[in-house]
């Protein structure tokens, strides 16, 4: 079966996207989709923890004010963590540090700067740390599960070659090279004289993985909660688990220097471990 040169088709599904665009241009500007997708879900997360903060019975308006820090905040700390992990490349290239247009933010940079912004701003307040993390993390995932299909239209963010009922075949030429390992580029697809690389659409499992934590996470908090901070640590133990499994199939994985072992599937492996003891902690003593 041909396509005509399609930028992205899933071929079980029957589905083809003749061109993926990825940006907008407004009076000459050039705006990603990428930046736009991240916007919504930031707004989104900001909309369902102001939801729960009112069913919980706390000021909404606390969760806005929070917001002003954290986002801000988050973006520069998901950039730095990028910068880290890939310091090879900057230590040669200064310059492009400060170049987030030409990608490189890093979710658990962003989750782990998020975090301590909220221990900060809690203390400033005065008011309990794992309370407004209960409530912050359902918004964190709802802006997770959407802000994953920023890598869609970039076409990135996906895991190595398969067949499977879910397999993405993208035009192997609006893909970042460096994207494509080994076991991608042996099973290059040619198709009218056209090349293709077929492989895990990792965005998706993740932002469907998120989605349904986050449903679990809501029915949880209204009707199985016994102890506050129990709802941020399920967070923990639910996207670390799924984050680590995903994280194996992708090949574009920041690695620890000096190792093959990436960064977020031991970042994840530590969550996992630290949000199971304290969970399995409460229950024991319960």
């Not at 400060?98 to 912004?117: D, H, S």
């Not at 102890?227 to 992708?250: A, D, K, P």
């Amino acid at each position: 079966m041909t396509y005509h040169g399609a930028d992205l088709i899933f071929p079980h599904l029957g589905i083809v996207i003749q061109t993926l665009q990825n940006h907008i241009t407004v009076f000459g500007f050039r705006i990603a989709f990428y930046g736009i997708i991240i916007g919504c879900g930031m707004l989104a997360g900001l909309l369902v923890a102001e939801w729960d903060a009112k069913r919980r019975g706390q000021d909404p308006e606390l969760y806005l004010d929070f917001a002003l820090y954290a986002i801000i905040l988050s973006v520069i700390g998901a950039r730095i963590y990028y910068v880290v992990f890939q310091w090879d490349y900057y230590s040669q290239n200064p310059v492009q540090i400060l170049n987030i247009r030409g990608g490189g933010l890093a979710i658990y940079g962003g989750i782990i700067t998020a975090i301590l912004t909220a221990v900060v701003y809690t203390r400033i307040k005065k008011i309990s740390f794992l309370q407004l993390a209960d409530t912050g993390v359902l918004g964190l995932i709802t802006g997770q599960c959407i802000g994953r299909w920023g890598n869609f239209f970039n076409a990135e963010a996906f895991g190595g070659y398969t067949d499977a009922f879910t397999a993405m075949r993208i035009r192997e030429d609006i893909v970042n090279p460096g994207m494509i390992s080994a076991e991608v580029a042996a099973h290059r697809i040619m198709d009218n004289g056209v090349a293709y690389i077929q492989v895990h659409p990792t965005f998706f499992y993740e932002s469907f993985w998120n989605f349904c934590a986050l449903l679990f996470l809501i029915w949880f908090g209204k009707h199985r909660q016994k102890w506050t901070g129990e709802i941020f640590f399920l967070y923990l133990l639910l996207y670390g688990t799924g984050r680590f499994f995903i994280e194996g199939l992708r090949t574009d994985q920041l690695l620890i220097p000096g190792t093959q072992l990436a960064v977020s599937q031991c970042l994840s492996a530590v969550l996992v471990l630290l949000a199971a003891a304290v969970l399995l902690l409460h229950k024991k003593r319960a």
